[in-house]
C-alpha cells in the first residue's frame, strides 16, 4: 500500500511562477524525501527533511514537513521549462529492522510552459 | 551518478518465458532494490537485498525472485512471465547519511510480456 499521496497529480503552469505540491502520508516516519523523474528515466534525490525539521532549503526549492497533520509540500520557485517531470514524495519508516525502505507515493506530473 | 547500470533497458517476451533482468553496481553498497512502477501506482518494492545471499520480500513480490550472490549483482526473475509483469522496472541502492536513508536509482529496464 502506498505510505504517500501526493496532491495535484498533475499541475500546468507558465514559467516563472512557482509550483506547489503536497504530500500526505498516513504512519508515523523517520524521514520525508522528494524525488524527480524526467520521462523515461530514473527517479533522481532531490531533497531530504528529516521528522524533526520544520522546512528545509535547497537551491530553488523549499520543503515543508508538519508531522502534525503528516503532509508536506514541495515548493519549487521561478520554475523552468526543464523543471518539467513527475515528482514523488517518499517516506522513511520510524523502524525497519534491516528494511530500510522507502515508500513512494504515485506522483504529481508537473509541466512548465514557456 | 551512484554507479548503478542495469540490463537489459528493453525487452520484449512471451508469456510464460522466463526473465532476468540484472542490476551492477560498482560502488560496494550493501543494500539493494528493485522496484516496479506502473501508471496509477507509483513505485512499489518487489524485493530487496541487505547483503550476499540476504534477501527479502517487498510489497509485490508475488511471481518475482532474486539472488544476490554477488555485492555488485542483484538480479531479479520472473519465473514465468504473464502480461501483468509488464512494466518499468528500477534498481537502486541505498546510502545511509546522518540524515537517514537516501535511494538511488538506475535508469529502468521496459519489459514487455506479449
Known amino acids: 500500500s502506498q505510505q504517500g499521496e501526493e496532491d495535484p497529480q498533475a499541475l500546468s503552469i507558465q514559467e516563472g511562477e512557482n509550483a506547489t505540491m503536497n504530500c500526505s502520508y498516513k504512519t508515523s516516519i523517520n524521514n520525508l524525501q522528494w524525488y524527480r523523474q524526467n520521462s523515461g528515466r530514473g527517479l533522481v534525490h532531490l531533497i531530504l527533511i528529516r521528522s524533526n525539521e520544520r522546512e528545509k532549503h535547497s537551491g530553488r526549492l523549499r520543503v515543508t514537513l508538519d508531522t502534525s497533520k503528516k503532509s508536506s509540500s514541495l515548493l519549487i520557485t521561478a520554475s523552468r521549462a526543464a523543471d518539467t517531470a513527475s515528482y514523488f514524495c517518499?517516506?522513511?519508516?520510524?523502524?525497519?529492522?534491516?528494511?530500510?525502505?522507502?515508500?513512494f507515493g504515485s506522483g504529481t506530473q508537473l509541466t512548465v510552459l514557456p | 551518478d551512484a554507479g548503478i547500470t542495469q540490463s537489459p533497458r528493453h525487452k520484449v517476451t512471451e508469456t510464460g518465458t522466463p526473465v532476468t533482468l540484472r542490476c551492477h553496481q560498482t560502488?560496494?553498497?550493501?543494500?539493494m532494490y528493485w522496484y516496479r512502477q506502473d501508471p496509477g501506482h507509483g513505485l512499489r518494492l518487489i524485493h530487496y537485498?541487505?547483503?550476499?545471499?540476504?534477501?527479502d520480500k517487498g510489497e509485490v513480490s508475488d511471481g518475482y525472485s532474486v539472488s544476490r550472490s554477488k555485492t555488485e549483482d542483484f538480479l531479479l526473475t520472473l519465473e514465468s512471465a504473464t502480461s501483468s509483469q509488464t512494466s518499468v522496472y528500477f534498481c537502486a541502492i541505498s546510502e545511509l547519511t546522518v540524515s537517514g536513508n537516501t535511494i538511488y536509482f538506475g535508469e529502468g529496464s521496459w519489459l514487455t510480456v506479449v
Open positions: 560502488e560496494n553498497h550493501r543494500y
Open positions: 517518499a517516506t522513511g519508516r520510524i523502524s525497519s529492522g534491516s528494511a530500510r525502505q522507502l515508500t
Open positions: 537485498s541487505y547483503g550476499v545471499k540476504d534477501t
